[in-house]
């Protein structure tokens, strides 16, 4: 068995969170969207048009912690590594 993270949920949960709380943006992408599908064809290359919806994304997840952190392991006592020192007590990712 394989472990994944789900970060199109929190991605969501996150970018409803913003939303609510900044409804000038939410108008704004909103105004974008019905622009982009007034045209009535749906066409990938045409998401150039929705440039600051996708800027909206993209800021949501880069102020949303989305990828669970493990807590990290600390060495237990001072070691050497390769020719490294790891002291006592010293953070491992």
């Not at 913003?18 to 939410?26: E, F, L």
């Not at 998401?47 to 669970?68: D, G």
């Amino acid at each position: 068995m394989l472990g994944s993270f789900d970060t199109i949920t929190p991605t969501l949960e996150w970018f409803l969170i913003y939303m609510t709380h900044h409804q000038d943006v939410q108008k704004r992408c909103r105004q974008e969207i019905h622009t982009f599908l007034a045209n009535d064809s749906l066409d990938v290359l045409g998401i150039s048009q929705l440039a600051y919806t996708w800027s909206t994304i993209m800021e949501v997840q880069r102020h949303a912690n989305i990828v669970p952190m493990p807590p990290c392991h600390t060495s237990d006592k001072d070691t050497h590594i390769n020719g490294y020192f790891i002291p006592k007590n010293t953070a491992i990712m």
